[in-house]
């Protein structure tokens, strides 16, 4: 006899697998990112699901309000988060920092999704997508998809 889930639960084979990036999305993060340059900049992407796959579909900038914008992004604005699914994303701007989640994100990051954008020079250099799990974070794939071309994975560093 087979059970059916609860309401309310995602079925395992349910889980974002990818995260696919439009290139107007992915215009505006670096945009915001460039813009805040050297401080570190942040907000959310709002997405739909297709099966197992994320689309970001708008980009919601936030703005840093850390007493030490270089070295991490906080933010209160509640009323501009986008409902779920969405997408967390912040950068890194100093080269010291690794291009994945550090100990300080994993401790504050409190969304189910976080993509790390490393841009040490105010441009992207990496997309890294991490999915909260039962216990740690989760690696996810990030993709690009242009007008006339397949998916393909974004840039992304150790």
């Known amino acids: 006899m087979s059970r059916s889930p609860a309401v309310g639960t995602v079925r395992f084979s349910h889980r974002a ?3 696919t ?8 993060i670096a945009a915001h990112i460039a813009a805040s ?4 900049a942040g907000g959310y992407l709002a997405c739909t699901r297709q099966d197992d796959q994320l689309y970001a579909t708008e980009h919601v900038p936030l703005e840093n309000v850390s007493p030490r914008p270089r070295r991490r992004f906080a933010a209160a604005v509640p009323d501009q988060v986008p409902p779920e699914p969405r997408v967390f994303y912040h950068s890194h701007t100093s080269a010291s920092t690794p291009s994945g989640l550090t100990g300080t ?10 993509l790390v954008v490393f841009a040490p020079h105010g441009e992207p250099y990496s997309y890294r997508l991490f999915r909260l799990g039962l216990f740690n974070w ?4 990030v993709m690009e998809e242009t007008s006339h ?3 393909t994975r974004l840039p992304r560093l150790i």
């Open 17 to 19: 697998r990818a995260l």
């Open 21 to 28: 990036v439009p290139d107007e999305v992915r215009d505006a």
């Open 37 to 40: 340059h050297p401080h570190e």
């Open 105 to 114: 994100d994993r401790r504050n990051i409190r969304d189910r999704f976080a």
């Open 138 to 141: 989760q690696e996810v794939p």
């Open 149 to 151: 071309e397949e998916p």
